[in-house]
């Protein structure tokens, strides 16, 4: 989000109107990340729910943790409540295709809380996946519960994708709050 053109786009007009759609007319940025698939730079990444939240400071809670810090931003691992107040908007710099390694999803399993990484698993086996084949522009919606993955891309046409986090707020309880990450 310290990027000036990123923390613009975030503002947007249209990507809020999504946003406190879904999260209510106090919804705000609070994290981006750059997705780049290609030819050179291909990975899998494995069924997963997204638990951490940057934080300005940890919290003695026994809900929340354990802790990291990751460039000089504190995470913790949240709890249920905290995670369903966050939704992330997916630009899509590229089209989605079968064969560029897209996200798949699992339809509803965000509504399970957060799981443990053995029933994330026993999810992806024996629920049916879908992928979320999106055109260069468009924007996906998704909470971070959902459990998601994505295979390896067969093509070396790029995917690149914007992910947008936004919060119903950023302050989340006495002495909780987001932080710009």
């Not at 750059?34 to 809900?63: C, I, M, Y």
């Not at 504190?74 to 560029?100: E, M």
Request: charged share 20%; with cysteine; proline share 8%.
């Amino acid at each position: 989000m310290s990027h000036p053109a990123v923390a613009s786009l975030s503002r947007r007009d249209e990507l809020l109107a999504i946003a406190r759609g879904w999260l209510g007319a106090g919804a705000v940025p609070y994290r981006a990340t750059l997705f780049e698939k290609s030819g050179d730079r291909n990975w899998l990444v494995v069924a997963h729910q997204d638990t951490t939240l940057p934080l300005a400071a940890p919290t003695r809670s026994s809900e929340w943790g354990p802790w990291s810090v990751k460039e000089g931003v504190t995470y913790g691992y949240a709890p249920t409540w905290a995670l369903s107040h966050i939704l992330a908007l997916r630009i899509h710099l590229d089209a989605s295709t079968p064969d560029n390694g897209p996200l798949r999803v699992i339809p509803g399993s965000h509504l399970h809380g957060v799981l443990s990484d053995d029933e994330v698993f026993r999810m992806a086996r024996e629920r049916p996946w879908v992928e979320c084949l999106v055109g260069r522009g468009g924007v996906l919606a998704m909470r971070p519960l959902l459990i998601h993955a994505s295979s390896k891309a067969r093509t070396p046409d790029p995917r690149r994708v914007l992910h947008l986090e936004y919060a119903a707020s950023l302050h989340l309880g006495p002495g909780l709050s987001l932080t710009l990450a």
